[in-house]
Antibody, heavy 119, light 108 residues
Framework: QVQLQESGPGLVKPSETLSLTCTVS??????????WSWIRQPPGKGLEWIGN???????NYNASLKNRVTISVDTSKNQFSLKLRSVTAADTAVYYC???????????WGQGTLVTVSS | DIQMTQSPSSLSASVGDRVNMTCRAS??????LAWYQQQSGKAPKLLIY???ILQRGVSARFIGGGSGPDFTLTISSLQPEDFAVYYC??????????FGQGTKVEIK
């Protein structure tokens, strides 16, 4: 069973960069069979897929965020990371790191971390 | 992008009731649909994939049905722990992977 744990600052200032890391156990971020995603949920709202990484470096991004997002992987630490640039209050959300088997459903979720964008 | 529309947005029911909710995909997605349950303050939990296959460890009172474009999630006998928000999600034609807006099941 893959387990995931998000970490990073809970407060980010407007116009700065949001940075989160997901530590993976029970699976390898180097595996070609897993897709490693970030999904967010603004307070009281629904789920939005942000992007994913697979095969240790191939990425997909949501077009609505594409020019602000970078997802990367650190195989030595078995982690993957999210950077979201030029944040505004609209980026305030709970951010989840999630795994899926190939191009499918999201089987394993981290507990989520709330990131608030505020000065 | 494929749009996922859930209905109703909320419903009220009592323990023991049979509950139905719907998810419509546009355009069609074959059977590439998953259902998730999100209890208050928790991460979503996978219930069903491929439209009707129950995830390991999930109660058999959750029943997925339908085929593109209309899908259903039925809870055969509502239990107290089932009061939550339910989301559908398509994986037919990513990216992007897209979710419905959710159906909230509340206590009557």
């Amino acid at each position: 069973q893959v387990q995931l744990q998000e970490s990073g600052p809970g407060l980010v200032k407007p116009s700065e960069t949001l940075s989160l890391t997901c530590t993976v156990s029970g699976g390898s971020v180097s595996s070609g069979s897993y897709y490693w995603s970030w999904i967010r949920q603004p307070p009281g709202k629904g789920l939005e897929w942000i992007g994913n990484i697979y095969n240790s470096g191939n990425t997909n991004y949501n077009a609505s965020l594409k020019n602000r997002v970078t997802i990367s992987v650190d195989t030595s630490k078995n982690q993957f990371s999210l950077k979201l640039r030029s944040v505004t209050a609209a980026d305030t959300a709970v951010y989840y790191c999630v795994s899926s088997w190939l191009v499918r459903y999201f089987e394993n979720w981290g507990q989520g971390t709330l990131v608030t964008v505020s000065s | 992008d494929i749009q996922m529309t859930q209905s109703p947005s909320s419903l009220s029911a009592s323990v023991g009731d049979r509950v139905n909710m719907t998810c419509r995909a546009s355009p069609g997605i074959s059977n590439s649909l998953a259902w998730y349950q999100q209890q208050s303050g928790k991460a979503p939990k996978l219930l069903i994939y491929d439209a009707y296959i129950l995830q390991r460890g999930v109660s058999a009172r959750f029943i997925g049905g339908g085929s593109g474009p209309d899908f259903t999630l039925t809870i055969s006998s509502l239990q107290p722990e089932d009061f939550a928000v339910y989301y559908c999600q398509q994986y037919y034609s990513p990216p992007p992977w897209t979710f419905g807006q959710g159906t909230k099941v509340e206590i009557k």
